[in-house]
């Protein structure tokens, strides 16, 4: 393949170069990542040779397998992800549930585990929108996260997340459960095509939400456009620019109503494989317990911890490989 990038009439048609420079990419990526785990098992082979010799301590062997030991399994974790879509990037949509100043908290809450979970994973993230909430927290997020495989590890947190603690609102400290939905949906690249009658579309513009900044509350330059055949409805204030905009939110549209195409797909092969268990997206997924324990537990895997803060600071992966195993 890198050896067609080589030929003179390879930059003729611009567009198809480029979409074979992105599959040169990933499949090196599958090669560095190859050679890099059969490096750290030579390299523990080595060092309990040494270990034999009386040349290195028992602590090193067990420092390179462990070290061997991450690289082999994340890369079996990625062999996972193998449907057409999970290499794309991603946007997580976070709603807060019915409950007022609770639920929009909780929602917060979530959107910074997501935050910090892209940050954790070395993906670029950036919130396109927020809906601030009546006093406190937010009423809905949108979250893009651009980086290889975001979407694939990300696509089982789509249902309901619920929070059981005691309420910092509540001025008799009384137990609240909080409900809030995340939604998260595939990036379509250029090698997508999907078409969208202009007609069907309706826009509005509004001002921006948000703290602070010259242009907040001043320009309508915040855009919300409606999707009449699907009912899908989609805001973005990503930027100052009204154009910007409108052109991020048809993209995360034409995403949306890809994602739902796939999900249509899916539940066609699920009611063909009814021994497989069925997830419906809106259903709860999660339950994360601050009081009178501390505990979150996955009800579709049974995966759970009581380091309730290590996941609230973004630290999700163990439930999502749980998803991946169990479902992908």
Avoid at 115 to 126: D, I, M, Q
Wanted: charged fraction near 30%; charge should be negative.
């Amino acid at each position: 393949m890198q050896k067609e990038t080589e030929s003179p009439d390879f930059w003729d048609d611009p567009r198809e170069a480029q979409s074979k420079l992105k599959k040169i990419s990933a499949v090196k990526k599958w090669v560095d990542d190859f050679e890099d785990a059969r490096q750290q098992i030579e390299d523990l082979k080595v060092m309990f040779e040494f270990f034999e010799e009386g040349d290195s301590s028992e602590e090193e062997v067990q420092a390179q397998y462990d070290k061997a030991l991450r690289v082999m399994e994340k890369l079996e974790f990625k062999k996972m992800l193998n449907k057409e879509e999970d290499h794309l990037s991603a946007i997580v949509t976070i709603n807060a549930g019915a409950g007022g100043t609770e639920s929009q908290d909780w929602a917060e809450m979530l959107m910074r585990m997501y935050l910090r979970w892209g940050e954790r994973n070395k993906y670029s993230t950036k919130v396109l929108d927020v809906q601030e909430g009546d006093g406190a927290g937010i009423k809905s997020a949108s979250i893009e996260f651009d980086g290889d495989y975001a979407y694939g590890y990300l696509k089982g947190e789509n249902g309901v997340h619920r929070l059981v603690r005691l309420s910092p609102f509540d001025a008799n400290h009384k137990r609240h459960t909080s409900f809030a939905s995340v939604y998260a949906y595939p990036i379509i690249d250029d090698n997508i095509n999907i078409e969208i009658n202009p007609a069907d579309l309706s826009w509005d513009t509004f001002r921006s939400s948000g703290p602070g900044g010259q242009n907040v509350n001043k320009v309508e330059s915040a855009v919300r456009v409606r999707h009449a055949p699907s009912g899908i409805v989609v805001e973005c204030q990503e930027t100052r620019s009204q154009n910007q905009n409108r052109e991020k939110a048809l993209t995360m549209l034409k995403s949306q109503l890809y994602e739902l195409e796939l999900r249509k797909q899916r539940e066609k092969i699920d009611a063909m494989e009814s021994s497989k268990k069925k997830i419906e997206w809106g259903s709860q997924i999660r339950s994360y317990v601050f009081h009178p324990y501390k505990m979150v537990k996955d009800l579709r895997t049974g995966v759970e911890t009581s380091n309730v803060q290590l996941v609230m600071d973004g630290d999700i992966d163990e439930f999502i490989k749980a998803y991946l195993i169990e479902f992908a």
